[in-house]
Nanobody, 130 residues
Framework: QLQLVESGGGLVQPGGSLRLSCTAP????????IGWFRQAPGKEREAVSC????????DYADSVKGRFTIHRDNAKNTVYLQMNSLKPEDTARYYC???????????????????????WGRGTLVSVSS
């Protein structure tokens, strides 16, 4: 079964940058749409950014537009979320998830249900604080 593994989280000061990685050891991500989601303490999980396997289209929540960039490196079988100009309100556990439909893109910036995506990683923690 496809297992997703996130990495790259950590503690960063406001205005700083982090790059999150999502990979699937032993499985190709080529045919899956990949999304990045986040859940802050006491808040619901929301869709932050989505990458479409067909055509490479991307979507971003309004709160991260212009600051976050999602892209896939096929050679490394990895989807990245480059996060720049981080703000304290970006603090959350970030998850990547995979699907064969369009749940992420149709819920961008909105609350998501766990069963909306086919596969989830365990998440990586991002803390933005001075």
């Amino acid at each position: 079964q496809l297992q997703l593994v996130e990495s790259g989280g950590g503690l960063v000061q406001p205005g700083g940058s982090l790059r999150l990685s999502c990979t699937a050891p032993g499985f190709s991500l080529d045919s899956y749409n990949i999304g990045w989601f986040r859940q802050a303490p006491g808040k619901e999980r929301e869709a932050v950014s989505c990458f479409s396997s067909s055509g490479g289209g991307t979507d971003y929540a309004d709160s991260v537009k212009g600051r976050f960039t999602i892209h896939r490196d096929n050679a490394k079988n990895t989807v990245y979320l480059q996060m720049n100009s981080l703000k304290p309100e970006d603090t959350a556990r970030y998850y990547c998830a995979a699907e064969r439909y369009y749940y992420c893109a149709t819920h961008i910036g909105q609350r998501v249900e766990p069963d909306g995506m086919d596969y989830w990683g365990r998440g990586t923690l991002v803390s933005v604080s001075s």
